[in-house]
């Protein structure tokens, strides 16, 4: 069981059970947003904000049609 949680959250084992220190690395399993995300690091504080209002905008909006279809379903 532990192993399943490790994976879908992408971390090590003994990342989740808080024996080693959580990786920094960015973890993105989508090969074409990896390289994007990584070099947004590196753009100015004002557009990387602009970002994360986008993808935050994006993955709420998600969440919400998710919402929709599950109460449509259930």
């Known amino acids: ?3 399943k949680i490790a994976n879908i ?3 090590a084992l003994d990342e989740l059970a808080g024996r080693q220190e959580p990786s920094q690395d960015l973890k993105i399993r989508n090969y074409q947003l990896r ?4 070099q947004c690091d590196i753009l100015p504080d004002a ?3 602009a970002l ?3 993808m935050d905008s ?3 909006k998600s969440d919400v049609t998710k ?3 599950n109460m ?3």
Not at 35 to 38: D, R
């Open 52 to 54: 994360i209002v986008v």
């Open 1 to 3: 069981m532990g192993i």
């Open 9 to 11: 959250l992408q971390v």
């Open 47 to 49: 557009n990387q904000q």
């Open 58 to 60: 994006l993955v709420k």
């Open 72 to 74: 449509a379903h259930g």
């Open 35 to 38: 390289q994007p995300c990584q």
């Open 67 to 69: 919402f929709i279809g």
